[in-house]
């Protein structure tokens, strides 16, 4: 018999195989590992990062790896962007999601919430990673959220046919040129 943490592993695979298999904004990339201990996700929603002269632009792809360490699931995966995010709640080498993790979460309940936070859907410029992305979110809120759509896919009933992507529709970011000067 498979000890916890296997049965585990192999449950989430399930759940994530099954909840993305056909959603356009969020596919598994790469696995390591059997059952699979290290994921990469692409978003396909619209984000932040900061361009090397300074300016803030949008990006329409991300690239997030988590590792599922020895002490997952007591313990937060270790999630980091691969792409560059401009987002309170990144930095170059992870993701801050320590304050609302619980083992009962699920691992593609939270590939949602780490897809809502680029989209900036979700953000906390309370205790931020970046203090200077913390503090636009705060003088930009209007421009907010850079992606509107719904990043999970809907619920499906095992009945249910193929999902319909999700149409494109006007975001706060038609507001702006997409280039704001953070000097």
Not at 24 to 40: D, H, K, N, S, W
Not at 52 to 75: A, C, F, K, V
């Amino acid at each position: 018999m498979a000890s916890p943490r296997i049965r585990r592993l192999m449950l989430d695979q399930q759940s994530l195989t099954r909840r993305f298999s056909t959603w356009p904004l969020i596919q598994i990339t790469e696995t390591a590992g059997m059952p699979p201990e290290v994921y990469r996700f692409r978003y396909s929603v619209k984000g932040l990062y900061v361009s090397p002269g300074g300016e803030i632009l949008e990006r329409d792809s991300h690239t997030l790896e988590i590792n599922l360490t020895l002490g997952y699931p007591r313990r937060a995966p270790q999630c980091r962007m691969l792409t560059p995010v401009f987002h309170p709640n990144f930095d170059e080498s992870s993701v801050c999601i320590g304050d609302f993790w619980a083992a009962s979460e699920s691992l593609d309940d939270l590939i949602v919430r780490i897809g809502r936070m680029v989209a900036y859907q979700e953000y906390n410029t309370k205790s931020p990673l970046n203090g200077l992305a913390a503090k636009w979110a705060a003088e930009h809120a209007h421009l907010l959220p850079v992606d509107p759509r719904p990043i999970a896919p809907p619920q499906l009933e095992e009945s249910d046919a193929a999902i319909e992507p999700p149409v494109e529709s006007p975001t706060n970011s038609d507001l702006w040129d997409g280039k704001i000067s953070i000097l």
